[in-house]
Every structure is written in structure tokens, then in C-alpha cells.
């Protein structure tokens, strides 16, 4: 991810290095778990997109109905995932209780 966003929270990547790891199985996107918050309230929103940057803008542009109420929102935290299914099981982490405690923890100071 590149940009301006100084205060998103994010996980290395898993960098691969030629000859030392097993080549992955490519199906031609990265897939993130990411979560947001309302500027207005706090509010946290999580969800997982192959493309963060456009699915904040669908957000912020009211584009999503269970979110339109709550715009303008800011990215605070990203993982990448080795896949789509990956990706959904890490959202679905971040939607308990636990997982949303690990959020708060990470994203407190930003």
C-alpha cells in the first residue's frame, strides 16, 4: 500500500525471496482484511477487499448502504492475506470480540 497513510496499521508482508521459498499460486490479486473509522464517531467497520484503496472510496462516496450513515472514514488497519478464503477468515476474526480487542489495542494512538 502506498500513500499518505502514515497512521494505518500494518502487518509486514510475506516477502518472498527466490530459491528459498516454495513459489505460491498466484490467482493474480492480493486479498486484505482491513478495518475503518468513522471520523465522526469511532466507529469501527471491517471488511476485505483485492483492492483497499477503491473499497475506501466506495465507502466514503456512500456507495455502501450499511455504511453511508457513517462517512467519512478512515483506513486504520491492513493485513495482507495469502488468499480470498485467507482474507474472509481474518475478517471474520476481526468481527469477535477478541478480534476487535486486538483492533482497538493496535489502532489506539492513531
Not at 530459491?19 to 473509522?37: D, I, K, M, Q
Request: a positive charge; charged letters at 30%.
Amino acid at each position: 500500500m502506498s500513500g499518505g497513510n502514515s497512521g494505518v496499521e500494518s502487518l509486514p508482508s510475506k516477502q518472498m525471496v527466490a530459491g528459498s521459498n516454495p513459489v505460491p499460486r498466484s490467482t493474480g490479486f492480493e486479498w486484505f482484511a482491513y478495518a475503518l473509522r468513522g471520523k465522526r464517531d469511532g466507529w469501527l467497520y471491517i471488511g476485505m477487499s483485492c483492492n483497499v484503496e477503491r473499497r475506501l472510496r466506495e465507502h466514503n462516496g456512500g456507495y455502501n448502504r450499511s455504511t453511508r450513515s457513517r462517512i467519512p472514514f478512515e483506513l486504520v488497519y491492513v493485513e495482507e492475506c495469502d488468499s480470498r478464503q485467507e482474507a474472509r477468515e481474518r475478517e471474520r476474526f476481526l468481527k469477535t470480540g477478541k478480534g476487535r480487542e486486538f483492533l482497538r489495542s493496535r489502532v489506539a494512538g492513531s
